[in-house]
């Protein structure tokens, strides 16, 4: 909403088509080849995500890696020289988080063994991939 104040009177296709346009620009303003990469990366994904909303049905949201690749001292990100740092109150949150997430694997795990429920492969697939996520963030924010 700080970024774009806007958002609830716009569709979702018209964010996205601006997102797209933002982008763009951004890739074709910088020197910097880093940042022409990251801008034209996420000008790709917001244009797939806008041909998703259009077709209807599911959205998958395909991140490239040059959106998940810190870009150091890069303005508008996490990684500005302006940034405010991790504070230890913020890798206590995100400890919470996978302590949270792993005490749910566990008790599905727990639940499924001893026959409370039936098959609950798929549930403990996708819980373990979104602890491993927020176990990557806590190493990449709190021991980067």
Same mark, same amino acid.
């Given at each position: 909403?700080?970024?774009?104040?806007?958002?609830?009177?716009?569709?979702?296709?018209?964010?996205?088509?601006?997102?797209?346009?933002?982008?763009e620009r951004a890739a074709?303003?910088?020197?910097? #080849?880093?940042?022409?990469?990251l801008s034209r990366a !996420?000008?790709?994904?917001?244009?797939?995500? +806008?041909?998703? %909303?259009? &077709?209807?049905?599911?959205?998958?949201?395909?991140?490239?890696?040059?959106?998940?690749?810190?870009?150091?001292?890069?303005?508008?990100?996490?990684? #500005?020289?302006?940034?405010?740092?991790?504070?230890? !109150?913020?890798?206590?949150?995100?400890?919470? +988080?996978?302590? %949270?997430? &792993?005490a749910q694997v566990g008790?599905?795990?727990?639940?499924?063994?001893?026959?409370?429920?039936?098959?609950?492969?798929?549930?403990?697939?996708?819980?373990?991939?979104?602890?491993?996520?927020?176990?990557?963030?806590?190493?990449?924010?709190?021991?980067?």
């Open positions: 909403m700080s970024v774009q104040p806007n958002v609830r009177d716009a569709s979702a296709l018209d964010l996205t088509v601006q997102l797209v346009q933002v982008n074709g303003a910088s020197s910097d #080849a880093r940042v022409v990469a !996420s000008a790709v994904y917001w244009r797939d995500l +806008h041909d998703q %909303l259009e &077709r209807g049905g599911p959205i998958v949201a395909h991140f490239p890696k040059e959106m998940l690749t810190p870009i150091p001292g890069m303005e508008g990100t996490p990684w #500005a020289a302006n940034a405010p740092h991790v504070t230890a !109150s913020d890798c206590a949150a995100i400890a919470e +988080h996978v302590r %949270l997430c &792993r008790q599905a795990m727990h639940e499924q063994m001893t026959g409370i429920h039936e098959d609950q492969s798929s549930y403990l697939l996708v819980r373990e991939q979104q602890c491993h996520r927020w176990e990557e963030a806590y190493v990449a924010y709190c021991h980067g």
